[in-house]
């Protein structure tokens, strides 16, 4: 159901069932949120989220899902979704969601749950829930106001209408829109440029910026100085400091 391939730095973790546009089936998503634990773990810097074929991925797979479970057995499956959603969250390593074609229901709510969304111009996102009498799951009532505005994800998530691969980039959903063709190319240089920079400093950063809408401004800047005082004293810090006084590149090892 998922494939995984190390290059350098990245980790490459593809959705592979192109034959139901990448949906995920009931028992994948404690998968999913395994790999993505296994990742944390490695010494792979960067993780890249795709699709097989043509589409990122359409959700859940209702064709293989918990409907027609009891109540309390249902909320236990959810609970795993949640799980998986969380685990994805949480990463102290910067993720890449890379959107061709269709991302819907819970796998646009699974591009939005990384760092970055860079799509195809056949891109397509829709929170589809309501389309099939459900409503908003894997994280999506909270991600999708902080992307795009309370108003307009109230409107996305009310309609269940289709958005666009320009409209997209426009509303902040993704931050570029490419060609198919250049997909991974363009994916491949973002993640590169992640990995070149100092592990600490990215896990902090996502933190703070992760909590920014829930905390202060006074709770953001102690926040930052408590971050920044473990960065000061890590080798990563020496050795950014030394590589600009040598003019050269620097190299992170994440301590």
Not at 50 to 74: H, I, K, N, P, V
Not at 96 to 119: E, F, K, P, Q, S
Not at 124 to 153: C, M, N, Y
Not at 155 to 174: D, H, K, N, P
Request: charged share 25%; glycine share 12%; proline share 3%.
């Amino acid at each position: 159901m998922f494939e995984i391939e190390d290059h350098g730095r990245i980790r490459w973790l593809t959705i592979d069932r192109p034959e139901a546009k990448n949906a995920i089936p009931g028992d994948g998503w404690a998968e999913l949120r395994g790999h993505l634990a296994e990742f944390e773990k490695s010494d792979s810097r960067v993780l890249v989220l795709r699709g097989a074929g043509e589409d990122f991925c359409a959700g859940a797979d209702l064709g293989r899902s918990a409907g027609g479970q009891g109540g309390g057995t249902f909320y236990q499956s959810m609970k795993v979704v949640a799980d998986c959603a969380m685990t994805l969250h949480r990463l102290t390593k910067p993720s890449i969601a890379a959107v061709d074609g269709y991302a819907v229901g819970a796998g646009m709510n699974l591009a939005l749950g990384c760092d970055v969304v860079v799509a195809t111009s056949r891109a397509r996102f829709s929170e589809i829930f309501v389309k099939r009498g459900l409503t908003v799951d894997f994280g999506g009532t909270w991600q999708l106001p902080r992307h795009v505005g309370l108003q307009r994800a109230k409107e996305m998530a009310l309609s269940g209408r289709m958005v666009g691969a320009a409209e997209a980039v426009q509303i902040g959903l993704a931050i570029n829109a490419v060609e198919p063709d250049e997909l991974l190319e363009r994916v491949g240089e973002l993640a590169n440029s992640f990995a070149d920079q100092a592990p600490v400093g990215q896990m902090f950063a996502k933190q703070g910026i992760d909590v920014a809408h829930e905390s202060s401004f006074a709770e953001a800047l102690a926040r930052e100085a408590t971050a920044q005082t473990v960065c000061i004293g890590s080798q990563d810090a020496s050795e950014g400091v030394a590589a600009f006084l040598e003019k050269r590149a620097p190299r992170f090892e994440g301590r």
